[in-house]
């Protein structure tokens, strides 16, 4: 049975909260539905097909959830896009209601850029854009959100720790018939929505954390995709074309998706 003949998982919608909102009933799902579906086998085509591209652009829109203090939930939104040259080029902006940020790498030098403030920071991190990915998490602690579907290696990245797997059905991204697949692991839970036919790409991602009150989610969703010689060339080289002040990295404030008034202990 081919990918578009797959059913749309049935849902029951009630309304809650005085008519707010909507609650989805889900019947118990295995981790593969009737129709013979594998998430993990969907996944793993999604990974190969990911690591197969050795140049990649897309755009994107972010939602980052923030829970505050009185349990009130709010969202805050971005824009971007990536170019991304296997296996040690990466060019990315993302611009949000806090910050307009820059971020290009060329296999030795990464440069961030705040346009806002024209300030830049340079580190030296040679290597591949998977290492890059790793010192951002590891050593400077500024995981970029998402990364995980730039890496070489996706299924195994995100595979990590999963206990649970399950085949929604179909989803429509954007206009594109996907695979919505559910992951269970024991920190979060995340949820992806990959385009069906040839090109299995991310148009969604979803994770929840499961260890913050009231289970914020950060979502990123992918449009404009292209891959191989559809991605025009870029020298991935920084170019300070506004003169840009050179400041040390640590001096370079304010990038970041969650601003520091919505950070733990921050005015709320």
């Known amino acids: 049975m081919s990918h578009g003949s797959r059913k749309t998982t049935k849902r029951r919608a009630t309304t809650a909260s005085a008519g707010l909102g909507l609650i989805l009933v889900f019947g118990v799902l295995s981790s593969a539905n009737a129709n013979g579906a594998d998430p993990k086998g969907l996944l793993k085509a999604m990974s190969d097909y990911m690591a197969g591209q050795t140049a990649i652009s897309f755009s994107y829109d972010t939602s980052l959830e923030v829970v505050t203090k009185d349990h009130q939930k709010l969202l805050l939104a971005s824009s971007g896009s990536v170019e991304l040259s296997r296996p040690d080029k990466l060019h990315a902006n993302r611009h949000g209601g806090f910050a307009d940020v820059e971020m290009t790498f ?98 969604r991602y979803v994770i929840t954390s499961k260890e913050v009150d009231q289970g914020p989610q950060y979502s990123v969703q992918i449009h404009d995709w292209k891959a191989g010689g559809d991605v025009a060339a870029n020298d991935f080289a920084f170019k300070n074309a506004t003169g840009a002040k050179k400041v040390d990295p640590k001096d370079l404030i304010d990038i970041d998706e969650l601003p520091n008034q919505f950070s733990p202990g921050g005015a709320q």
């Open 106 to 203: 060329d296999g030795k030098t990464l440069t961030l850029l705040g346009k806002d403030t024209n300030l830049y920071a340079q580190s030296d991190i040679p290597g591949t854009v998977d290492h890059l990915v790793d010192e951002l998490r590891d050593t400077y602690h500024r995981p970029v959100p998402g990364a995980d579907l730039l890496l070489s290696n996706v299924y195994e990245e995100l595979m990590r720790d999963v206990v649970d797997v399950k085949d929604l059905g179909s989803g429509v991204i954007g206009g594109i018939e996907c695979d919505h697949l559910a992951f269970r692991a024991k920190e979060v839970d995340w949820q992806i929505w990959i385009a069906q036919g040839e090109r299995p790409y991310p148009c």
